[in-house]
């Protein structure tokens, strides 16, 4: 359980980063490490080369724009779960980074890194689907902008070339006031979701709803949209009978199936934490993770 | 293909670890916790999955929480580093948590308990008046395979009780 040898960087600039990757062969880029450090010390990765983006302050920041949020992606996962900003234009992210592995792993994981890994259950890659997130890449070409919808290439795959790295993320941030959640099932606290939603709503005085966006996690390569309920969401006004209807329309969602869970289950689950997520955004801050 | 042993990156460091600096040479893939316990003589530290999923080896990195399992000595190169062996005052006398883990029964092998203490030194600063709840769900990123966690959540429920009025003596 060690690392195998490898050859280490630690440019203090994204250019210099972006100029390793294109000159060394079999390099990986190291954020958090909270996923890649574990895959180091058990050998499942033998990088010749590895560029740790852990010197570069630029790719560390949260912008308090009323506009367009951007979030950089070295940004520690904790420091995202903090900022009061966030936590009152954009409370997801504070009600998800909850459920993202334990104070100790988000003290060091940060945003890039959950994205890039791409693991499927992950909660965050959900979270900035249900934004409409656009994300930041730069390589040798300059820089480029990846919609979060075609951002997921395949299995743990991000759609962005070997000399490519992703340097922030952004989204236009939901009205004031507007509401969210993010519900999940896990077998214990802190573990890896079977199943995650995240649920955003807009809704009127007359708690009429005005936008709609829910995505899941856990069910296939990367975050799923469930349209179909979100147009049954959109324009209604919301009870208990809407809810149900719109979460119905996930149960026959293509789920994938591995040794945690069978796809009817993922589909169940999918169906039922949809209902509790738009209830828990409805109901207030912090209702998600009591369900 | 990957190197050879003895072609490995090698770097000179610097640490401050419990407020006294040190310069190492190390390898580059060698982790933080190996670095103290192996270079640093500091087995104070413990290594029990060394993939991230147990908490035995938590240190404070700049006041921070982190698995030492999960970084690179390098990364650590300038910082101040906290450890269980930094914990207690510097006349020796322990801390209200070591006080409270003795006297709770919070520990039996004690392999788990380094990386106990210095996660709840961290959640204490920033949660002074906890509630059970609370507690248990701080100490769910560090596992227990002996105590059944009962006395552990006394012994910090008790250990914050302390530490917000110093001069009081254990309530149990
Ligand atoms: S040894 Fe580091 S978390 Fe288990
Ligand atoms: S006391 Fe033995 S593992 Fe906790």
């Known amino acids: 359980m060690k690392p195998p040898p490898f050859h280490y960087y630690d440019p203090g600039t994204v250019q210099e980063a972006i100029a390793l990757l294109g000159s060394l062969d079999n390099a990986k880029l190291l954020a958090g490490g909270q996923s890649l450090m574990p895959m180091l010390n058990m050998r499942y990765v033998l990088p010749d080369h590895v560029i740790d983006l852990n010197r570069i302050p630029e790719l560390s920041h949260i912008d308090e724009s009323e506009d367009r949020i951007v979030i950089g992606a070295m940004t520690r996962q904790r420091e995202i779960e903090r900022s009061e900003f966030l936590a009152r234009r954009c409370p997801i992210f504070r009600e998800a980074l909850i459920q993202v592995g334990h104070r100790q792993t988000r003290n060091r994981g940060t945003i890039g890194g959950s994205l890039c890994h791409l693991d499927p259950a992950a909660e965050l890659p959900a979270v900035l689907a249900a934004l409409d997130a656009t994300i930041h890449v730069t390589g040798p070409q300059g820089s480029r902008e990846v919609p979060i919808a075609e951002f997921p290439a395949f299995y743990m795959t991000p759609a962005i070339e070997l000399d490519e790295l992703v340097t922030s993320i952004s989204f236009e941030p939901w009205p004031e006031g507007h509401k969210s959640a993010f519900v999940e099932f896990a077998r214990r606290p802190g573990d890896f979701a079977i199943v995650g939603v995240a649920a955003l709503l807009a809704t009127n005085d007359a708690g009429e709803v005005l936008r709609a966006a829910v995505t899941l996690a856990g069910v296939a390569a990367g975050p799923v949209r469930c349209s179909a309920a979100e147009e049954q969401l959109v324009g209604a006004g919301i009870g208990d009978d809407l809810i149900r209807v719109a979460a119905e329309t996930c149960r026959d969602i293509d789920a994938m199936e591995d040794v945690h869970a069978p796809s009817s289950y993922r589909q169940h689950l999918a169906a039922e934490l949809v209902a509790r997520a738009v209830q828990a955004a409805v109901d207030g801050p912090g209702a998600g993770l009591s369900r | ?172």
């Open chain 2, 1 to 172: 293909m990957s190197m050879t042993p003895e072609a490995t990156d090698r770097r000179s460091i610097s640490v401050t670890v419990n407020g006294q600096r040190h310069d190492v040479d190390v390898e580059t893939r060698l982790t933080l916790a190996d670095c103290l316990r192996h270079r640093l003589g500091l087995t104070g530290t413990h290594l029990g999955c060394e993939h991230g999923v147990c908490g035995a080896c938590t240190v404070l990195v700049n006041g921070n929480t982190a698995r030492s399992c999960l970084m690179l000595a390098v990364q650590a190169d300038g910082a101040e580093i906290a450890t269980v062996e930094g914990i207690a005052s510097e006349n020796g006398e322990w801390h209200p948590l070591q006080k409270a883990f003795h006297e709770h029964h919070a520990l039996q092998c004690g392999f788990c308990t380094a990386g106990i203490l210095t996660s709840m030194v961290e959640f204490l600063q920033e949660n002074p008046d906890p509630d059970e709840p609370e507690v248990r769900e701080a100490l769910s990123g560090n596992i227990c395979r002996c105590t059944g966690y009962q006395g552990i959540v006394q012994a910090v429920l008790d250990a914050a009780r302390r530490l917000r009025s110093p001069n009081q003596e254990s309530s149990s």
